[in-house]
Nanobody
Framework: QVQLVESGGGLVQAGGSLRLSCAASGRTVSTYAMGWFRQAPGKEREFVAT????????YYGDSVKGRFTISRDSAKTTVYLQMNSLKPEDTAVYYC?????????????????WGQGTQVTVSS
């Protein structure tokens, strides 16, 4: 089992920045990738970004490309999401997720473990 704990959410004005963190513990040796999804009220869970643990390749959803950056600290088993140029439509609960296998990186159903989520609210 892997436990994921997110932090760093909050309220920010449009155009501002936030950095989310997700610390993993437990059986992390089997981690293939860690990433972020988000879910706004009444909407489906949306892929934001993911990073392949070995090698560090990164992938982003179209709506955040050029504004968000995902990174990892292997020694701390922590993944970060730097969010810049935030927009009101970025408002959502952001979830950290990890997986032990490849393929279907953009699909929430392919991730094995999930954090509790952290609220990000962007005011206009």
């Amino acid at each position: 089992q892997v436990q994921l704990v997110e932090s760093g959410g909050g309220l920010v004005q449009a155009g501002g920045s936030l950095r989310l963190s997700c610390a993993a513990s437990g059986r992390t040796v089997s981690t293939y990738a860690m990433g972020w999804f988000r879910q706004a009220p009444g909407k489906e869970r949306e892929f934001v970004a993911t990073v392949i643990w070995r090698g560090g390749s990164t992938y982003y959803g179209d709506s955040v490309k050029g504004r968000f950056t995902i990174s990892r600290d292997s020694a701390k088993t922590t993944v970060y999401l730097q969010m810049n140029s935030l927009k009101p439509e970025d408002t959502a609960v952001y979830y950290c997720a990890s997986r032990t296998s490849g393929g279907g990186l953009y699909f929430a159903g392919r991730y094995d473990y999930w954090g509790q989520g952290t609220q990000v609210t962007v005011s206009s």
